[in-house]
């Protein structure tokens, strides 16, 4: 009787062992994952908008003919976006572009650094 008890505490104890590893290597991964992104990227992707601040077109007061100069932007969606815009009121980031039907992440990708909002 007391040998069983102490097996049955020693695969409790294991149990118990093999759990909070488990978690523990869980927390380091979760870690590891939330601090691979350098911030050097962050500032490339700001470089990038600065330089074309200046020449890009903000979508809060763009024409159609200027929309249309976008790449892959023709006269259809350059209509859905001042559509949008006097509907919904003026894009307050360049990312709700996403929300005009024919702008897909890929696309909204490729326009990004050309697109601004004031």
């Known amino acids: 009787m007391a040998n069983s008890f102490i097996l049955n505490n020693y695969r409790l104890l294991v149990k118990v062992l093999r759990l909070t590893f488990l978690a ?4 380091l991964y979760f870690i590891v994952v939330s601090c691979s992104n350098p911030p050097q990227n962050q500032a490339k992707s700001e470089e990038k ?5 200046e020449k890009a077109i903000n979508l809060n007061t763009a024409s159609v003919d200027e929309l249309e100069k976008l790449p892959k932007i023709g006269k259809g969606i350059a209509k859905r976006i001042i559509e949008h815009r006097e509907k ?20 909204f990708r490729e326009i990004q650094s050309l697109i601004k909002v004031e």
């Open 24 to 27: 523990i290597c869980l927390i």
């Open 49 to 53: 908008r600065v330089i074309y601040d």
């Open 88 to 107: 919904y009121g003026n894009f307050q980031k360049t990312e709700h572009l996403i929300l005009v039907r024919g702008i897909s992440d890929k696309k």
